[in-house]
T-cell receptor, first 113, second 111 residues
Framework: DSGVTQTPKHLITATGQRVTLRCSPR?????VYWYQQSLDQGLQFLIQ???????AKGNILERFSAQQFPDLHSELNLSSLELGDSALYFC????????????FGPGTRLLVL | EDKVVQSPLSLVVHEGDTVTLNCSYE??????LLWYKQEKKAPTFLFML????IEKKSGRLSSILDKKELFSILNITATQTGDSAVYLC???????????FGKGTHLIIQP
């Protein structure tokens, strides 16, 4: 158990809908990262927050957004969902914004029908 | 664009064998290389390497980085069925810490 928690574990929704995934980092970690894992693309970095501020963007679609709250938990919002958004979404956390090991949460499996 | 290539993509060996997994990378302003093990769900951290030529070891697993040749290897000795998993290599570089992952090596240990 890495200490990173994610909810929900599974999510089934329809195309065009909007969902919110939630992540709580390990105690003491200020940096949160979101990743998407699909069969064809592998694990891809989406976005990083550090202490409430956006720090870096990866391959995140415009339909997706994230935020980190004062209590350091983070939410990833996915809107206008498409079939291709079906994937495992992982959150990871680390103590510092750079140079630290990232510890992954158990993931949220999203299925868009 | 940062790139990580792992080989082989899959490997089947017998219990007790030794395996070597390979990871080569191209990244701007390299900072670190990480190895993760992924079984059912979340990747679990194995090693982080930042310095060339220094071996990191944990039990039967070890890893080393060659920053001149831009690659790393992960060795597993005396393999057990519990070592069956996908092993992921990732790198960080540039001004942020988002990991760039390879496709992974799917390792199967047969009894």
């Amino acid at each position: 158990d890495s200490g990173v928690t994610q909810t929900p574990k599974h999510l089934i929704t329809a195309t065009g809908q909007r969902v919110t995934l939630r992540c709580s980092p390990r105690s003491g970690d200020l940096s949160v990262y979101w990743y998407q894992q699909s069969l064809d693309q592998g694990l891809q970095f989406l976005i990083q927050y550090y202490n409430g501020e956006e720090r870096a963007k990866g391959n995140i679609l415009e339909r997706f957004s994230a935020q980190q709250f004062p209590d350091l938990h983070s939410e990833l919002n996915l809107s206008s969902l498409e079939l291709g958004d079906s994937a495992l979404y992982f959150c990871a956390s680390s103590r510092a914004p750079m140079g630290e090991t990232q510890y992954f949460g158990p993931g949220t499996r999203l299925l868009v029908l | 664009e940062d790139k990580v290539v792992q080989s082989p993509l899959s490997l089947v060996v017998h219990e007790g064998d030794t395996v070597t997994l390979n990871c080569s990378y191209e990244v701007t302003n390299f900072r670190s290389l990480l190895w993760y093990k992924q079984e059912k769900k979340a990747p679990t951290f194995l090693f982080m390497l930042t310095s060339s030529g220094i071996e990191k070891k944990s039990g039967r697993l070890s890893s080393i980085l060659d920053k001149k040749e831009l690659f790393s290897i992960l060795n597993i000795t005396a393999t057990q069925t519990g070592d069956s998993a996908v092993y992921l290599c990732a790198v960080t570089g540039g001004g942020a810490d988002g990991l760039t992952f390879g496709k992974g090596t799917h390792l199967i240990i047969q009894p």
